[in-house]
Nanobody
Framework: QVQLVESGGGSVQAGGSLRLSCAVSPFSLSSLSMMGWFRQAPGKEREGVAA????????YYDDSVKGRFTISQDSVKNTVYLQMNSLKPEDTAMYYC???????????????????WGQGTQVTVSS
């Protein structure tokens, strides 16, 4: 069983920044796995935002956040981060981190690819 605990959500004005954290246990992020960040706005499907291959370094972003969001990992703290800059009102959503032991550059954005999920953290961006 892999446990994921997100934190760092909140309310900001457009143009602001937030950093989301996802603490992972007991799996070590020094080993290969795939960690993803997803978001779900009210009435919309959950969509993949970014992903990282832990232990391998490959990183992927959805076009809607490329250049504004950065995914990273700290293997010492066993935590994955999502740094979100230049936030827009359309970034407002519940954000989830997810984990899977199966890595795949063509599968990172699909909800069904992941085995474990965090509880979510709310991000609200006002105009």
């Amino acid at each position: 069983q892999v446990q994921l605990v997100e934190s760092g959500g909140g309310s900001v004005q457009a143009g602001g920044s937030l950093r989301l954290s996802c603490a992972v246990s007991p799996f070590s992020l020094s080993s290969l796995s795939m960690m993803g960040w997803f978001r779900q706005a009210p009435g919309k499907e959950r969509e993949g935002v970014a992903a990282i291959f832990t232990g391998g370094g490959s990183i992927y972003y959805d076009d809607s956040v490329k250049g504004r969001f950065t995914i990273s990992q700290d293997s010492v703290k066993n935590t994955v981060y999502l740094q979100m800059n230049s936030l827009k009102p359309e970034d407002t959503a519940m954000y989830y981190c997810a984990w899977t032991s199966e890595v795949g550059r063509d599968s990172w954005r699909f909800r069904s690819s992941y085995q474990y999920w965090g509880q979510g953290t709310q991000v609200t961006v006002s105009s």
